[in-house]
């Protein structure tokens, strides 16, 4: 029987320099699971909160969200080591070609998968097709009593319901820092800003940066450990942009 | 893509020449003068479309974490960390990153109130009465009748008030906090005291320990100083070319999220963490050869292995991992909840002596002292505060006022502080949520949030430098509240006296002036200046002053060894036959449950949102009968709750857990009626240090027949099932 493996699209696609720009790499062996990101994520984006009801529904709107997984059973029982997912920037992605309204849609110039608010028409397709499972869906507009909105972050649209959305790399913070590069006619520089996961993460189990050039510091996470990391469901040929580490493969 | 002009670019050029357009063809006065008014009045300094950032310090708990709030047109957006703190180092936790919630929460006091006991809502008074009614309390009652209870922050509270004390007389501020509570600092700093003759807080250098056995302490969660010892760990995993990847082990009888990054999880049974640490030190000395130290001497490993339920072979193994690496060891948590939680920290702190680590790197140490601290000073243990509790009783304190904790919810129902408090005159809250203590008082007279409100903290532990920590303020305040220096400074002035001269001061910033800036003499400091003005400025501007030597204290333990610890089982209370462990949220921490985006974090181990659960390892849910969402009543011998059933894989057969963090009667919509508090079932029964033995009830769990769904993240599915036919 063929495997999707054993298609080697990954391979096929990888040829055709669909590096993508910016990426991420989290090493599960030091993240605790303390939630921070998830939290600096949802006051960064303007996420609402759904309540105990709709979150028990599997509505809750985390962007990103830490899995855990049990091994064996007690007394030999093992948490495997968290494992933060979200939208993985894939540079093949499955959500893209089923949107018809083209929310969902490829940036050229980012190399992210964008989520356009004001074209998303809630037909749900997208996320029925990411294998990640990372997109959220508004169902309500959820209610945020005054003065919670005075915290909504300005750079950020306030989504109502009807309409998709998930992780975008904080792109409102990308923009900042190239706009910032632009005024000062240089190009943005690696480390010069974070995602507010990352920002956040007590651990440091986040690095986000720059994978189209050497050097950097994501590639040189990648590429100058013992491990080299490996990337969800890559099989499927989704081109994710987000390397998962155990630790650096030394001993 | 050098040359193309991106999208995004594209419709940015585009735009501009609309705007453009717009100005040459001109328009009506109306478009050329829009005007925007922002949520509040803007302040001058601030530009539209530009944010500024203001450095101040996390009120969230007691650790003092340094924070940097981006505020947009008056309001604050983001919580980041101080990149500059010694102690954090940039980084926050889920509680810091909520603080916003409270500052908006839409449930705050927003005006002073007299109220009647009992009820939430009360009459609006104005400042000018209200502050009259504290110097009223003040003038009419004598001093050793008057009592402050305060949570473990603000520091700066706490030293108006003991000057207060020192002066005018009055009883010294009395702090507590349930977070400190369930670490068991009183523990902690007796023990360091027994075997170092040096009370303090004892750190422990994780970063650089080769091995980690911790014996229940949940350092990666709410422990002493969570952000520190996260980053310890982060280095401790990592293996560089000069190291290899460090080794962790925990002993504790419910996997906490702590438990779950170790590689090796012992499941020991409760009330015998102090055989365990007796028996491995034991068994260690035998392996390093030589002379078995007195301290260690008086347990027979293989009945240790037997009472813990651990075989011989795992602690012979342990042993012998903890005689060939260099290790650091832990005691927390419910280890030190125990009747003898006294003894585990004395025998953890003995196996740390025994490894060699004392004073040395990737060892223990005592903390450094904060700068303008003399002596160690920590919150007041269970048993203190029970002694508060009777003298409240016995009606020697006629006027509390209560800053900054909640009692009524934080303390055991068993110790019996809302009961007392009908025997208190007069109770003034300072609160700034209708919390329950707050129903309880006469009058509510909201302080400012932390982040509108001034202030210092000082880094108790978590950093190798003496830290104060400063707070300003981000935002005006939102609401008609006023900082409760201000109204003790304004009060102690009408009531004359000795309270008058005991406060000279004008205001809080001149207060707070005049505790800080004696720090300008000292050496090493982490700026300079030149005057009051500019060392204020500066203090504000850094999030603080700290000195920029390594203060941490390497104690000499040389007559340790020969102490004598009893080898003996904790105590239990009660008839049940589970073993009950309460822990704090990880997520909410004592004071989470009113902000909805910590209700709305997973927690680490179980994904449960919003509500409260008892873990219940699988094999015995099966015994019993109940399955999960089941809600049980459990029952001790304090008193009894309702939870539903969480069937959790990594917790003995004969033990069960339950949060700490929802059961609230009051404190704001998303807080109130939801979960249970598990404080309620808790015993009055202390350790030798004064702590409360959280950890040594033991319970019995009864069915109800009812269920609740509880709503968790791990399905995508839902806790509703796969039939979602039914339209909600």
Redesign the interface.
């Known amino acids: 029987m063929t495997t999707l493996s054993d298609l080697k699209i990954s391979e096929v696609k990888l040829a055709a320099e669909e590096g993508g720009k910016w990426g991420m790499v989290i090493d599960q062996d030091i993240c605790t699971g303390c939630q921070a990101c998830v939290a600096a994520c949802a006051m960064e984006n303007n996420i609402p909160f759904v309540g105990e009801e709709d979150s028990g529904y599997g509505r809750a709107m985390h962007w990103i969200r830490i899995e855990r997984f049990w091994e064996g059973e007690y007394p030999e029982i093992k948490m495997t080591n968290q494992q933060p997912m979200m939208c993985q920037q894939c540079g093949s992605a499955p959500c893209e070609p089923v949107c018809p309204a083209f929310a969902t849609v490829h940036s050229q110039a980012e190399e992210l998968n964008l989520q356009v608010y004001n074209r998303c028409v809630g037909t749900r397709y997208c996320a029925n097709n990411c294998p990640y499972q990372v997109r959220t869906f508004n169902w309500r507009d959820y209610e945020r009593p005054e003065p919670l909105p005075n915290q909504f972050n300005p750079d950020v649209t306030v989504r109502r319901r009807g309409v998709m959305e998930k992780c975008t790399f904080c792109i409102q913070r990308i923009h900042k820092a190239q706009d910032k590069a632009k005024s000062e006619g240089r190009d943005v520089m690696d480390g010069e800003f974070t995602t507010a996961c990352a920002q956040a993460c007590p651990s440091n189990a986040i690095t986000f940066g720059r994978i189209d050039k050497e050097d950097t510091l994501v590639y040189n996470m990648i590429h100058h450990g013992h491990s080299h990391g490996k990337k969800h469901l890559e099989e499927l040929g989704t081109l994710p942009n987000i390397v998962y580490m155990n630790g650096n493969g030394a001993a | 893509?050098s040359e193309q002009v991106?999208?995004?670019?594209f419709l940015k050029l585009a735009g501009l020449g609309a705007a453009t357009t717009a100005v040459l063809t001109g328009c009506g006065p109306a478009s050329r003068y829009v005007t925007r008014e922002p949520?509040?009045q803007m302040p001058e300094y601030n530009l539209v479309g530009q944010s500024t950032y203001y450095a101040t310090t996390c009120r969230e708990c007691a650790v003092g974490c340094g924070i940097v709030v981006r505020t947009?047109q008056g309001?604050?957006?983001?919580?980041?960390?101080n990149a500059n703190h010694p102690l954090?180092l940039?980084?926050?936790?889920?509680?810091?990153?909520?603080t916003?919630?409270g500052?908006?929460?839409?449930d705050r006091v927003t005006d002073p109130i007299k109220k009647s006991r009992g009820d939430s809502a009360g009459e609006n008074i104005n400042w000018d009465d209200a502050i009259q009614v504290v110097a009223d309390a003040l003038k009419n009652n004598q001093p050793n009748e008057i009592a402050f209870l305060l949570g473990t922050s603000s520091d700066h509270l706490f030293d108006l008030l003991t000057d207060l004390a020192n002066s005018a007389g009055v009883n010294a501020p009395v702090r507590f906090g349930a977070l400190s509570m369930f670490e068991s600092r009183a523990t902690l700093s007796k023990a360091a005291e027994n075997l170092f003759g040096q009370a303090g807080m004892p750190w422990f250098d994780v970063a650089n320990a080769e091995t980690v056995f911790s014996f229940g302490a949940n350092f990666?969660?709410t422990w002493l100083s969570?952000?520190s010892y996260?980053?310890g760990?982060?280095n401790f995993?990592?293996?560089?070319e000069t190291k290899?990847?460090g080794r962790m082990v925990q002993f504790e009888a419910r996997?906490s999220?702590?438990g779950?990054?170790a590689d090796e999880?012992v499941?020991i049974r409760p009330g015998t963490e102090a055989l365990v640490v007796l028996a491995i030190g034991k068994l260690v000395a035998e392996i390093k050869g030589g002379s078995v130290p007195r301290i260690f001497s008086s347990v027979d490993p293989l009945e240790v292995a037997s009472q813990a339920d651990v075989p011989l072979e795992a602690l012979q193994h342990l042993a012998e991992l903890f005689a060939t690496s260099n290790v650091v060891a832990i005691p927390g948590g419910p280890a030190l909840g125990q009747s003898n939680g006294l003894a585990v920290a004395e025998a953890v702190l003995a196996l740390n002596i025994l490894a060699g680590n004392v004073g040395k790197a990737g060892g223990m140490y005592i903390s450094a002292l904060a700068p303008n601290q003399s002596e160690y000073h920590r919150p007041a243990s269970a048993q203190e505060m029970q002694a508060f509790v009777e003298r409240m009783k016995n009606g020697e304190i006629k006027v509390l006022f209560v800053h900054g904790v909640n009692p009524v919810f934080e303390l055991p129902n068993a110790i019996g502080f809302k009961e007392a408090l009908s025997n208190v005159g007069q109770v003034i809250s300072f609160g700034i949520f209708p919390d329950e203590t707050a129903v309880e008082a006469d009058y509510v007279l909201p302080d400012h949030h932390g982040l509108e409100g001034w202030g210092y903290q000082r880094v108790t532990t978590g950093t190798d430098l003496p830290v104060l920590s400063g707070a300003q303020p981000v935002v005006s305040p939102?609401y008609n509240t006023r900082s409760t220096v201000d109204v003790l400074i304004e009060a102690a002035r009408l009531a004359g006296g000795a309270f008058a001269s005991a406060l000279p001061f004008a205001d809080e910033v001149e207060f707070l002036e005049n505790k800080v800036t004696s720090l300008m003499s000292e050496s090493s400091g982490s700026f300079s200046a030149i005057d009051n003005v500019a060392f204020m400025a500066s203090f504000q501007q850094y999030g603080g002053w700290w000195k920029n030597v390594d203060a941490k204290v390497s104690p000499s333990g040389s007559t340790a060894f020969s102490r004598n610890i009893s080898a003996e089982q904790a105590q239990f209370a009660g008839e049940g036959e589970f073993f009950f462990v309460p822990f704090v949220s990880?997520?909410l921490g004592e004071a989470g449950a009113n902000k909805?985006?910590?209700?709305?974090?997973?927690d680490?181990?179980t994904?449960v949102?919003?509500?409260t659960w008892i873990e219940i390892?699988?094999?015995t849910a099966h015994e019993l009968h109940v399955e999960n969402d089941e809600v049980v009543k459990v029952i001790s011998e304090a008193g009894e709750i309702e939870v539903p059933v969480y069937i959790y894989?990594?917790?003995?057969?004969d033990t069960v857990a339950i949060p700490f963090g929802q059961g609230h009667t009051a404190y704001g919509r998303y807080a109130q009626n939801?979960g249970a508090n598990p404080a309620d079932l808790l015993g009055l029964h202390f350790n030798e240090a004064g702590d409360l033995a959280f950890a040594g009830m033991k319970v019995r769990i009864e069915k109800t027949g009812k269920t609740k769904?509880?709503?968790?993240?791990e399905?995508?599915?839902?806790?509703?099932g796969e039939d979602?036919g039914e339209e909600?």
């Not at chain 2, 909805?596 to 997973?602: A, D, G, R, V």
Request: with cysteine.
């Open positions: 893509m991106s999208r995004r670019d949520y509040q947009y309001r604050a957006i983001k919580v980041e960390g954090n940039g980084k926050t936790c889920a509680r810091g990153q909520a916003l919630h500052l908006y929460n839409p990666l969660e969570p952000l996260t980053r760990f982060a995993r990592k293996a560089t290899l990847r996997m999220a702590t779950a990054k999880w499941a939102y990880p997520t909805p985006w910590l209700q709305e974090l997973p680490p181990t994904t949102m919003w509500t390892n699988p094999e894989p990594a917790i003995r057969p939801r769904p509880v709503s968790r993240n399905s995508r599915m839902g806790v509703y979602l909600h």
